[in-house]
């Protein structure tokens, strides 16, 4: 099976497709053929050693997969040879096909496609579990989204409508804010302007936003942060820019608010029942047809620099997926 094999920390341009072994099942397993895979910043530092753990080598990178069973391991319920799956796992799924723990499986509904399946996998489960649970977002609330038409941000714009909040998307560009408009934001800043703070406070009637999902950092952050109604909740997703902003403490006791990490990866260790409730809630907007994520480019296997590429440059609009079956 082809594979993206890291048998050394380098960048993603160094690395060649491997062609591995199938791989064996243990009881409570599943050998999932892969048919997309979600590529994230995070799968781009971990093949560079610069992840906030190491993986130790060698290891086939992608977390996020849509695919279809082809076998179960004896222990396995609940599944059935050929049924359509997606979930999310540490690392496996950027390779033709990946073991696959029974319990980081769900069945995709009816109507939504690989892709979709593999988007929702991460960034929609992330946003839920930080929008209800973290930033408990309530209807008529005002929710900022930076990097707006990220893959995060995109889902954060979506999610946030469905719960009912007034969405502004930030991002860099009037491009990127078009994009953001297309998603769902009823308002739009681009903070390349120089008088985007001025446009936030006419937006907000000097009043400030509830909620900020920040999966950026840098300055563009610690500006925002400035801008929050009493009571409100910052949420940190992720360091896009590279740069981890260091906020002045005077300015959460100033604004009463709260500045919450999220990291959805460690609640299977610490919060497994927050996990499966997100999860859960994620699937009910799929299968109702209230959700669907937004796929901002699809490439086949062979192009997987590009994809990877794509997310370095900032030119992703939306969730980039690799298609291991070579139809993206």
């Known amino acids: 099976m082809r594979a993206i094999h890291v048998t050394e920390f380098r960048n993603i ?20 053929r892969v048919h997309a895979a ?21 290891f086939i990178p992608g ?32 390779a033709e096909k990946a073991v696959i723990p029974a319990r980081s499986m769900e069945r995709i509904p009816e109507g939504v496609d690989f892709s979709a399946a593999a988007a929702a996998s991460a960034n929609y489960v992330t946003v839920t579990y930080a929008l209800t649970e973290l930033g408990k977002v309530r209807k008529g609330e005002t929710v900022l989204v930076l990097g707006a038409s990220g893959g995060i941000g995109c889902a954060a714009i979506q999610l946030a409508a469905l719960l009912g909040a007034r969405v502004i998307g930030a991002a ?3 491009e990127k804010c078009a994009f953001a408009r297309e998603a769902g934001a009823q308002e739009v800043v681009n903070y390349g302007d120089p008088d985007w703070r001025e446009q936030l406070k006419a937006l907000t009637g000097k009043r400030g936003v509830d909620v900020i999902v920040d999966p950026i950092g840098g300055e563009i952050g610690l500006l925002a942060f400035r801008h929050m109604a009493w009571g409100g909740r910052f949420l940190v997703v992720g360091f896009a820019s590279g740069q981890i902003p260091a906020l002045p403490f005077n300015l959460p006791l100033l604004k009463g608010a ?12 610490h919060a497994p029942e927050l996990r499966a409730k997100a999860v859960a809630q994620v699937m009910a907007w799929l299968q109702s047809g209230a959700l669907r994520p937004i796929v901002g480019g699809e490439y ?28 993206g």
Do not use: C, H
Not at 74 to 86: I, Y
Not at 306 to 324: S, V
């Open 13 to 32: 341009n160094d690395i060649a497709l491997s062609d591995l072994p199938e791989p064996a099942i243990g009881p409570d397993q599943a050998l999932v």
């Open 38 to 58: 979600g590529v994230g910043f995070v799968d781009g530092l971990k093949v560079q050693g610069l992840y906030q753990t190491r993986d130790p080598l060698p």
């Open 63 to 94: 977390s996020e997969f849509a695919g279809v069973i082809e076998r179960l391991g004896d222990n396995v319920q609940g599944f059935t040879v050929g049924e359509r799956v997606m979930g999310l796992v540490w690392n496996g799924s950027m």
């Open 172 to 174: 860099s560009s009037a």
């Open 258 to 269: 709260t500045l919450i990490g999220v990291d959805a990866a460690q609640l299977r260790l």
């Open 300 to 327: 086949p296997l062979a192009r997987f620099k590009e994809a990877f590429n794509a997310l370095d440059g900032r030119a992703a609009r939306g969730k980039i997926i690799l298609r291991l079956d070579d139809l």
